[in-house]
């Protein structure tokens, strides 16, 4: 089946990728989403920009568009670009956000895709241990809860970055997997990738109880051959 996969370059749209792409899916496309304000309902934000340095990595073609990132006017904006490519079906790595589920769904329909959700529902810890145990190299791009801190930004998603996401979900409520908005993450390695994305500069922004971890530079770099 010819497949467009909805993704930000984060580790849960990346595994939903992986997924598919193990299954044998023909995957055409990795579509990004651009939101153009932070409060985007349905979108990532920071270092969305990076999204063409993603699908290169990844090899496969890029589909992206604007999106004003105002509610439910932003699902327009996908509509519109998902309409105009030629797949059957559309991957979403979303896991527990009903709103988000039932609002792709509702697009798929209008088109008659297939809508395929990989990781839904899936036990959050499990999910975390799958990224491990196939060496994603994954960091972390935001945090918006109580309980973060600025150190936490540019971390990489280890065990015991696992570990603490355990402490803070049991002291504050924090969703492991961040599927409440809690910290957003960029992959910039993945067993399917054919190059690494390097981090050339950084910066960290931190207001209150909340901050990101803006990639100003990357780029592209050879992988080691496995041994």
């Given amino acids: 089946m010819r497949v467009a996969v909805l993704a930000t370059g984060g ?14 899916y ?3 496309y ?57 797949v059957e079906g559309l991957v979403s790595g979303a896991i527990a956000s009903s709103y988000q589920k039932t609002r792709i769904e509702n697009i798929c329909k209008q088109l008659k895709l297939e809508c395929i ?16 145990s196939l060496k994603f190299e994954a960091i972390i791009t935001g945090v918006y809860a109580y309980g973060f801190s600025r150190e936490w930004l540019g ?14 979900n049991k002291q504050y409520g924090v969703s492991l997997a961040g599927e409440g908005g809690e910290y957003e993450t960029f992959v910039v390695d993945a067993p399917f990738f054919k190059k690494r994305i390097k981090i050339v500069e950084a910066e960290k922004f931190w207001k209150d109880q909340s901050g990101y971890f803006l990639i100003r530079k990357a780029e592209l770099q050879s992988k080691q051959p496995q041994t």
Avoid at 117 to 132: R, S
């Fill in 155 to 168: 971390r990489k998603i280890d065990e015991a970055t696992v570990e603490d996401l355990l402490r803070l």
């Fill in 117 to 132: 959700m990989p990781l839904w529902q899936e036990d959050q810890l499990k999910i975390l241990k799958e990224i491990l």
């Fill in 30 to 86: 990795v579509v990004g989403m651009i939101p153009q304000r932070e409060d985007s309902w349905m979108f990532h934000y920071p270092n969305m920009h990076l999204i063409d340095l993603f699908a290169e990595a990844a090899g496969i073609p890029l589909a992206k568009a604007e999106t004003s990132g105002i509610k439910e006017s932003e699902l327009e904006d996908l509509r519109t670009l998902l309409g105009k490519l030629d």
């Fill in 11 to 24: 580790k849960d749209s990346t595994l939903a990728l992986y997924r598919v792409l193990k299954e044998g």
């Fill in 26 to 28: 023909e995957v055409k």
